[in-house]
């Protein structure tokens, strides 16, 4: 049972550059999500998806753009990379857009930008 | 702005004492709460859930809810080594839409030997 997978779990790059962090889940789940969690801060939403070709912005988008064109790949591509896009993200996903239903994480990705 | 407050950290207990975590939420219409358990660089691991006013237990874990108050406890009885880590409370808020959750920040529980 893989469940969710991100990749890559760590990732080095400089300001400007364009970076994707890519999640897998293999439970054909419908929703979604991305987040990025910061001391101080917590987990905080950048995007999430209903189902493929369907995305929403969170709490948090500007510098992020997203994409699902298969139910199972959901990658987030931050498009010029900034010092402040240094962070642990986390792929998230639930079988439904139902308001009891749970979020499961994948490992997270760690993003450091120089 | 939809609001989860937790109780600041770090709290400390001695093994095999009984630790309290507390949250409350700033929507009365909330129809689901998620403990979560948080590792040291670890990701978010579901816990815990709870629908309804009262108690849920678990093992070890009681989540209690009461919806009046806005206010959900996680107790974690019997409290060991291995359950240091960080406990993130997360709330559904109906209208927003397919389950999205709100967040608190956590709090930093360590359990002394």
């Known amino acids: 049972d893989a469940g969710i997978t991100q990749s890559p779990r760590y990732k080095i790059t400089e300001t400007g550059r364009q970076v994707t962090l890519m999640c897998h889940q293999t439970w054909s789940h419908s929703y979604m999500f991305w987040y990025r969690q910061d001391l101080g801060h917590g987990l905080r939403l950048i995007y999430y998806?209903?189902?493929?070709?369907?995305?929403d912005k969170g709490e948090v988008p500007d510098g992020y753009v997203v994409s699902r064109s298969k139910t199972e790949n959901f990658p987030l591509t931050l498009e010029s990379a900034t010092r402040s896009q240094t962070s642990v993200y986390f792929c998230?996903?639930?079988?439904?857009?139902?308001?009891?239903?749970?979020?499961?994480f994948g490992d997270g990705t760690r993003l450091s930008i120089l | 702005q939809k609001e989860v407050e937790q109780n600041s950290g770090p709290l400390s207990v001695p093994e095999g004492a009984i630790a309290s975590l507390n949250c409350t939420y700033s929507d009365r219409g909330s129809q689901s709460f998620f403990w979560y358990r948080q590792y040291s660089g670890k990701s978010p691991e579901l816990i815990m859930s709870i629908y309804s006013n009262g108690d849920k237990e678990d093992g070890r874990f009681t989540a209690q809810l009461n919806k009046a108050s806005q206010y959900v406890s996680l107790l974690i009885r019997d409290s060991q080594p291995s359950d240091s880590a960080t406990y993130l409370c997360?709330?559904?808020?109906?209208?927003?839409?397919?389950?999205?959750?709100?967040f608190g920040e956590g709090t930093q529980l360590t359990v002394n030997p």
């Open positions: 998230a996903s639930s079988e439904t857009g139902i308001w009891d239903q749970p979020q499961h």
């Open positions: 997360a709330v559904n808020y109906p209208e927003t839409s397919g389950s999205r959750l709100t």
């Open positions: 998806s209903a189902a493929a070709d369907i995305t």
